[in-house]
């Protein structure tokens, strides 16, 4: 039997084996170096490492405050070490990709008013303000094989990015909750920010999967 335990709880299948404890813990997802647990029926923990900074609990505290998009309750966030942990109360119902298709909104948009349009021209806590400079950035992500003129066509096509908009940049059908047919809350905000406007349209054209490509076709 293996002795060793496991690194999300430090349980081994020796200590199950002279208990009958079962945890209300679950752990129910994880990518990379974070991971979201279940505690109980109302919370929610999520743990992430340092790989990507997260934003998440002032983005959710700017989106209550600013509208009534219904978001997660933080309950408490703090550091330890490299790792960042955010508390917080679980929104009711199901991801949109588990429930009966699209059908379950009935047809009404949940993307309406749902990006903020910066008043200036500055980007809160952001570097990239001109258009050059967001290129300049965006084309430091291109292969090094990619030819000259490849380059120069992709600048010309590229949109002007004001105004600068308040977007989700993670609007997956995993990140919409439903419940009898209503939206009950949008979660996972951690990639949001003040982005070009066209930025959560082109986040759209790359799906999950074959039901979040039919939810991003909608959108």
């Not at 199950?16 to 974070?34: P, T, W």
């Not at 998009?69 to 917080?88: A, H, Q």
């Not at 199901?94 to 749902?114: C, T």
């Not at 004001?162 to 990140?175: A, E, I, K, R, S």
């Amino acid at each position: 039997m293996n002795s060793s335990p496991y690194k999300a709880c430090s349980w081994t299948t020796e200590r199950q084996k002279h208990c009958n404890y079962e945890s209300y813990l679950k752990l129910f997802y994880e990518a990379g170096d974070r991971g979201v647990w279940s505690i109980g029926s109302k919370l929610i923990l999520k743990d992430r490492g340092a790989s990507l900074p997260t934003f998440e609990v002032p983005n959710i505290q700017f989106v209550q405050e600013q509208t009534s998009i219904p978001v997660p309750t933080v309950v408490e966030s703090w550091e330890e070490g490299d790792y960042t942990l955010i508390l917080m109360r679980r929104i009711p119902g199901e991801p949109l990709g588990k429930s009966d298709k699209i059908q379950s909104l009935g047809g009404l948009p949940v993307y309406s008013n749902f990006l903020f349009k910066s008043k200036t021209s500055q980007v809160p806590h952001g570097r990239l303000v001109s258009d050059n400079e967001l290129w300049a950035d965006m084309e430091g992500g291109l292969k090094e094989t990619i030819p000259e003129a490849a380059r120069v066509q992709l600048r010309q096509c590229m949109p002007s990015a004001l105004p600068y908009t308040f977007t989700h940049g993670d609007l997956t059908n995993v990140n919409v909750m439903v419940e009898d047919g209503s939206l009950t809350g949008i979660i996972d905000w951690e990639m949001s920010g003040y982005f070009p406007v066209w930025w959560e349209y082109v986040c759209t054209s790359v799906p999950d999967s074959e039901e979040d490509r039919e939810w991003k076709a909608l959108l």
